[in-house]
């Protein structure tokens, strides 16, 4: 549904409310077979983050049409959390029938598009930052979320609190870049995001991961760790919970590019900066 031809129409007098309330209330829902899904298509219009669609325990015939409705419906489609063979054979048979698609790298994410999904050098920026290699996954959902969402990311990765002096380039760069919120994606003690929040002036969004050990199995050391920080202005998410963060950090770029556009940030009254 487009929703600025509706309303165009309703100023000139083509159509009235009903005719306005039946289009949205038909459009609203996207359905699936029988009683498999039904899709949230109008959820960017009203919320400014698309529908995300979660690959784990879907069948794969099951997803390949959700992601078609949704292509059909907004014309972008994420998919998140898919295995390493779903991962696979989605893209390609997407890519074969003539979409767009950007796969995560070391992921199992993808995003596609009917239309090639560039964006302008003026877009909002987040910055995005993970511990570990084996964080990268994470670190990518929140990439792809922030990309479908209409914002740029300054990506830093591996650069744990295991070498400390890795994150200086990394603080220095999302600096420059003057970003208006910072992922930090950790698993083992998930000890980098409190490090960060406690040297940047932005908001700051933990993501804990699976990744861990003994006491910190399946990211609950991460999560607890964070949760615990005693620095402020960190939120933390779920674990493995990628997809949220990026959507967080958009939402709050989004907003203030609106308040300080980027083509003029002589406007913005925040001065980034480490603690020396």
Known sequence: MDLSRLMKKYSNGEIGINEIQREISIEN????GENIARLDVQRETRRGCPEVILALNKQYNDLYEITLMTLQKT???LITKASQEVFTKLSTQLKQEGYMTETARRGTT???S?????LAENSPQIGIICAGTSDIPIAEEARMMAKAMGCVADLSYDVGIAGLHRLLPALRSIIEKNV???VVV???EGALPSVISALVDVP???VPTSIGYGMGSGGIGALTSMLQTCTFGLAVMNID??????????????????IHPRKDDSLRTCSHGVVS
Not at 29 to 32: A, F, M, V
Not at 241 to 258: D, P, V, W, Y
């Open 186 to 188: 950790a698993g083992m």
């Open 241 to 258: 919970n990628g997809i949220g963060a990026g959507a967080f950090a958009a939402l709050i770029c989004k907003r203030m590019s609106m």
């Open 29 to 32: 829902i996207g359905y699936i």
């Open 75 to 77: 014309g972008l489609a």
């Open 204 to 206: 700051v969004i933990g």
């Open 180 to 182: 208006e919120a910072v």
């Open 114 to 118: 009917a239309k090639e999904l560039t």
């Open 110 to 112: 993808i995003l596609v």
